[in-house]
Nanobody
Framework: QVQVVESGGGLVQAGGSLRLSCTAS????????MGWFRQAPGKEREVVSC????????YYADSVKGRFTIIRDDAKNTLYLQMNNLKPDDTAVYYC????????????????WGQGTLVTVSS
């Protein structure tokens, strides 16, 4: 059974940093594309960043480009999202998801989702 678990959310002031972590089990992590997504109150879920299984391909939403970095550590079956210079608009529940076949900035064809971790950025 595939299981994805996020951690690292919390309350931070604008301009601050947080690092989210995501561990995945029940799959071959090194062969799996991974991604971070978020859903703000009253808004639809959106793609934040994703990374191919090789790590050679990455995508960032325009709203986070230059501030967020996606990192995968295959030895630890862990995906990270380093978030710097956080803004109040980054407030959302952040989700990690695994995609066994293919990769890319889409909410479709994802095989497993985590339960989400809340990030709140105060102004």
């Amino acid at each position: 059974q595939v299981q994805v678990v996020e951690s690292g959310g919390g309350l931070v002031q604008a301009g601050g940093s947080l690092r989210l972590s995501c561990t995945a089990s029940g799959l071959t992590f090194a062969d799996t594309a991974m991604g971070w997504f978020r859903q703000a109150p009253g808004k639809e879920r959106e793609v934040v960043s994703c990374i191919s299984f090789t790590g050679r391909n990455t995508y960032y939403a325009d709203s986070v480009k230059g501030r967020f970095t996606i990192i995968r550590d295959d030895a630890k079956n862990t995906l990270y999202l380093q978030m710097n210079n956080l803004k109040p608009d980054d407030t959302a529940v952040y989700y990690c998801a695994a995609r066994v076949a293919g990769w890319g900035p889409t909410l479709r064809n994802l095989d497993a989702w985590g339960q989400g971790t809340l990030v709140t950025v105060s102004s």
